[in-house]
């Protein structure tokens, strides 16, 4: 929606348009003067009275997009077809349906990756349970490895000790009987009896040390038996979980590819999607827009038809500027493009879009007044196609009004024009094929 802001002079409102600020094109071929063969300068045409109610500025009736999309009438005078804006509408539904196909698979996959990624936690920390076990298994061993060697050296120590026992009994008999032991010891009978009893003493703790280590060995021994299978079934355990964590790992990896992939597809399809819903767009507006100024222009003629029966006063056939003054009015505009928008701006730094023709044309000696109404009667009209460089076009909110014109802009060929289109703009380039274009532009003679 265009807003109105009234300032002093004329009444002024941002103008939309759909060509930025291009210095660059004001090319040398531009600054040639577009002439039709055969036509006169001037035209007659019904002056109206001075009855405008406001410029540069009333809010714009046609309901167009306020940009223009990238479809020129200028150049490409048939509109979009309706099978066209059809086939378009039918390529933005399949690409919505392979768009929300393409959503579901990925929705699915992510979902399948969720789910094997919660495996993947709960096999890995089964994993580390039997690492640990595995660990403490073999520790246990190890422990029995060296119980069972404690108990076999304490067995060793007990056997050599009974064996220097038995050596030690063997040399106090001398090999004699026990009545010659008795007669020949020194302490007689009784020192006899007293050496028998210790020996029997000192046999009977071997024969139980021997015992003892015996003993410890068998237990050495079934302990090391169940710690070394017990080791044995973790080691197993822990190859069964090794191999269930690589290969869910692997699982996860893979589907997290299949991810990836739909993602990469839905991505496209989305970008896909974006552009054919563009292309309608554009398709949509441009018909509607070729379709307006169909309709304006149809009502410009009937409008001037009507006009041409007023007993207004008229301007006579080449009353007009010339060409030349023409020429220098379009090359002076185009050198002030890039100075800012104002309201009632005339310049120098500074301009609004009938202050900026208003001294354009005093550049070729042309006065006229500062308010696109009045300008609207400053000279003949020119119908569009016969426009030449110079001549002034008009936009209004409704074309077959001209009481309502808005906005004035400088022809320079080729289908565009240097204006001063809105606040916060710079004076630039644009395209003559806006919403709201009159019928007719005016070649400027002034008073």
């Known amino acids: 929606m265009l807003t109105p802001l009234?300032?002093?002079?004329?009444?002024?409102?941002?103008?939309?348009?759909?060509?930025?600020?291009?210095?660059?094109?004001?090319?040398?071929?531009?600054?040639?003067?577009?002439?039709?063969?055969?036509?006169?300068?001037?035209?007659?045409?019904?002056?109206?009275?001075l009855r405008f109610a406001a410029g540069c500025g009333l809010i714009a009736a046609l309901s167009?997009?306020?940009?223009?999309?990238?479809?020129?009438?200028?150049?490409?005078?048939?509109?979009?077809?309706?099978?066209?804006?059809?086939?378009?509408?039918?390529?933005?539904?399949?690409?919505?349906?392979?768009?929300?196909?393409?959503?579901?698979?990925?929705?699915?996959?992510?979902?399948?990756l969720a789910d094997l990624q919660t495996q993947a936690e709960v096999l890995t920390e089964r994993y580390d349970e039997t690492l640990v076990n595995e660990q403490r298994a073999a520790a246990a061993y190890k422990v029995t490895q060296a119980r069972l060697a404690a108990a076999r050296q304490a067995e060793d120590t007990s056997q050599r000790q009974l064996a220097g026992l038995a050596a030690q009994e063997f040399e106090s008999g001398g090999g004699f009987d026990a009545v010659t032991s008795m007669l020949?010891?020194?302490?007689?009978?009784?020192?006899?009896?007293?050496?028998?009893?210790?020996?029997?003493?000192?046999?009977?703790?071997?024969?139980?040390?021997?015992?003892?280590?015996?003993?410890?060995?068998?237990?050495?021994?079934?302990?090391?038996?169940?710690?070394?299978?017990?080791?044995?079934?973790?080691?197993?355990?822990?190859?069964?979980?090794?191999?269930?964590?690589?290969?869910?790992?692997?699982?996860?990896?893979?589907?997290?590819?299949?991810?990836?992939?739909?993602?990469?597809?839905?991505?496209?399809?989305?970008?896909?999607?974006?552009?054919?819903?563009?292309?309608?767009?554009?398709?949509?507006?441009?018909?509607?827009?070729?379709?307006?100024?169909?309709?304006?222009?149809?009502?410009?003629?009937?409008?001037?038809?009507?006009?041409?029966q007023d007993s207004s006063p008229t301007w006579a056939a080449g009353s007009g500027a010339s060409a030349s003054q023409g020429d220098i009015a379009a090359n002076w505009a185009l050198t002030q493009i890039g100075k800012p928008y104002q309201w009632g701006g005339a310049g120098p730094n500074s301009y609004d879009c009938s202050g900026l023709a208003m001294v354009a044309w005093a550049q070729a000696g042309v006065t006229l007044l500062h308010y696109t109404g009045y300008q609207w009667e400053e000279g003949p009209h020119v119908p569009i196609d016969q426009l030449q460089r110079g001549d002034l076009v008009f936009y209004a909110t409704d074309t077959s009004d001209p009481g309502t014109i808005h906005h004035v802009g400088i022809y320079i060929g080729n289908g565009e024009m240097v204006d001063a289109p809105y606040t916060g703009a710079y004076v630039r380039i644009d395209s003559i094929y806006q919403p709201g274009l009159m019928s007719t532009g005016v070649d400027p003679a002034g008073d």
């Open 64 to 112: 167009l997009p306020s940009a223009l999309p990238g479809w020129h009438l200028d150049g490409n005078p048939s509109p979009p077809s309706t099978s066209q804006i059809n086939s378009a509408e039918g390529q933005v539904k399949q690409n919505q349906a392979s768009l929300g196909a393409a959503q579901g698979r990925l929705s699915t996959a992510s979902k399948a």
């Open 6 to 49: 009234r300032g002093l002079g004329d009444t002024f409102f941002d103008w939309p348009g759909n060509h930025k600020p291009d210095r660059g094109r004001a090319r040398r071929s531009d600054l040639r003067r577009g002439h039709f063969p055969g036509r006169p300068r001037g035209r007659l045409c019904g002056r109206a009275g």
């Open 184 to 308: 020949g010891d020194a302490n007689g009978p009784q020192g006899y009896l007293n050496e028998v009893g210790m020996g029997q003493v000192l046999a009977q703790q071997g024969t139980d040390t021997l015992a003892v280590n015996q003993a410890n060995d068998v237990v050495a021994k079934v302990f090391r038996t169940q710690a070394h299978e017990l080791l044995v079934a973790q080691q197993a355990d822990l190859r069964a979980a090794t191999a269930l964590k690589v290969a869910i790992q692997a699982a996860v990896a893979r589907q997290l590819q299949f991810v990836r992939a739909d993602k990469a597809q839905r991505d496209k399809l989305a970008t896909q999607l974006a552009t054919a819903e563009a292309h309608e767009t554009a398709l949509v507006a441009a018909r509607r827009a070729y379709l307006a100024a169909q309709a304006a222009q149809r009502a410009a003629a009937a409008a001037a038809a009507a006009q041409s």
